[in-house]
């Protein structure tokens, strides 16, 4: 069994095939996938898994260098941002934030390797994680 803390198997190879700049998305169970982006979906019921669990759990694995991130979240959930703003903190992660209105953050996920549903049911609980490196 595996030792360290992500244990969805599929999410967990999902990090570890992604290089340099390479992006996955988390989102929550509303934002809309584009065909022909793989879907890994951890959604089993309204705010399980929540966004912020799932961010923090990726994080353990993830090495991360810029995100972006809807500009309507700072109206619409203020919470859930300053939560994963925390959460990067707490991984010692000095990333770099894109805001970009929420139309073409949609746009934006066409270029994931993957995208993560989660079970969050708040709006805007979206994030594009870019891949740093860890040297």
Known sequence: MKRSRLLNSELSYAISRI???SSITLCDAG???PNGVPRIDLAIENGYPSFIRTLDAMLSEMMVEEIAIAVEIHRH?????QQMMEC???HKMQIRVVEVVHEE???MTRESETIVRTGECT?????????GVVF
């Open 19 to 21: 290089g340099h700049t």
């Open 123 to 131: 709006p805007y609980a979206n994030v594009i994680l870019r891949s």
């Open 77 to 81: 959930n203020p919470n859930v941002h």
């Open 88 to 90: 990067f903190s707490k």
């Open 105 to 107: 953050f949609k746009r």
């Open 31 to 33: 934002l809309p996938i």
